[in-house]
């Protein structure tokens, strides 16, 4: 069993930048893909990243809200992934999950709250 746990997650002004984390546990983990999904309240699970076909994010893919402003990256020795937030909004405001496949499964993470003042 793969344990995932976020962190990063907080109280940021609009124009502002936050990192998620996504760490995995067990030390014969490979991480090959991480896509990370967003929650705001009273809303359906929203995509927000994937990090596509690549196992270095490459090919990374972003939904159209956050283009040009989110950006997936990776520490394999750390086993931990990353969502690069920045120029945030209020309308990024939600609980951020990832949801990474590795070599032992696919799993998703607890959740960080984000929230993102005007």
């Known amino acids: 069993q793969v344990q995932l746990v976020e962190s990063g997650g907080g109280l940021v002004q609009a124009g502002g930048s936050l990192r998620l984390s996504c760490a995995a546990s067990?030390?014969?983990?490979?991480?090959?893909?991480q896509v990370w999904y967003r929650q705001a309240p009273g809303k359906e699970r929203e995509f927000v990243a994937t990090s596509g076909g690549s196992t270095d994010d490459s090919t990374a893919d972003y939904n159209d809200p956050v283009k040009g402003r989110f950006t997936l990256s990776r520490d394999n020795t750390k086993k931990t992934v990353y969502l690069q937030m920045n120029s945030l909004k209020p309308d990024d405001t939600g609980v951020y999950y990832c949801?990474?496949?590795?070599?032992?499964?696919?799993?998703w993470g607890q959740g960080t709250q984000v929230t993102v003042s005007s």
């Open positions: 949801y990474v496949q590795t070599n032992r499964g696919s799993y």
């Open positions: 067990g030390g014969s983990t490979t991480i090959f893909g």
